[in-house]
């Protein structure tokens, strides 16, 4: 008899008031209207909390606010004294660097006397011309100011970028030696 049950296709009327009274059909419209009522609730409370946090925000930005501007100005100073280093730096190697071309121009100097004497003045001319040249730098260093060099390698660099780029590898290269070379001497003192 329990398999008759089982297999009839005899739907018998629940009784009121249970949770089997309700079919597949009210079961999806009682979700339904469930849902429907669930955004409602959902756009309510993120209106209450956009108004709280319309009231919060104007004192949440001029915290931020007083937060930022003591770190603006510390900055801002930090910038200055690197900026002020930096300047005193370039005066201290420009100094260097002139000092250095006078030593390298006496050098090739004494350099094109000796080929003279030597080979003869038609060759030795050429060490001349290279004495002139690095004199010649060493004179316009020594009359330009660092803010007209600076524009002036911006220039150099806008006009010939692949040859700026080789200088610098170059330049990076011979100071690398340079420091190197002095800082073996110091450890063998």
């Known amino acids: 008899m329990a398999s008759e049950e089982k297999t009839s296709p005899k739907k018998t009327a629940p009784r009121k008031g249970t949770a089997a009274a ?41 915290a931020a606010v007083a937060k930022v501007l003591p770190l603006r100005e510390e900055a801002t100073n930090i910038v200055s004294k690197i900026k002020a280093t930096a300047r005193e730096a370039a005066a201290t190697g420009k100094e260097k660097t002139v000092s250095t071309l006078d030593d390298v121009t006496a050098m090739v100097e004494d350099i094109a006397r000796a080929i003279d004497e030597k080979a003869g003045p038609q060759y030795g001319s050429y060490a001349h011309r290279a004495a002139g040249a690095i004199s010649g730098l060493s004179e316009t260093l020594k009359t330009k100011q660092l803010d007209e060099m600076l524009e002036d390698a911006r220039d150099f660099v806008k006009r010939r970028p692949a040859v700026a780029i080789g200088t610098a590898a170059a330049i990076g290269f011979a100071l690398t030696r340079l420091f190197r070379a002095d800082t073996d001497e110091q450890g063998d003192a």
């Open 22 to 62: 309700k079919t597949p059909a009210t079961a999806s419209t009682a979700a339904k209207k469930a849902s429907a009522k669930t955004p409602a609730a959902t756009k309510k409370a993120p209106a209450a909390s956009r108004k709280v946090k319309a009231k919060a925000a104007p004192a949440a930005k001029s």
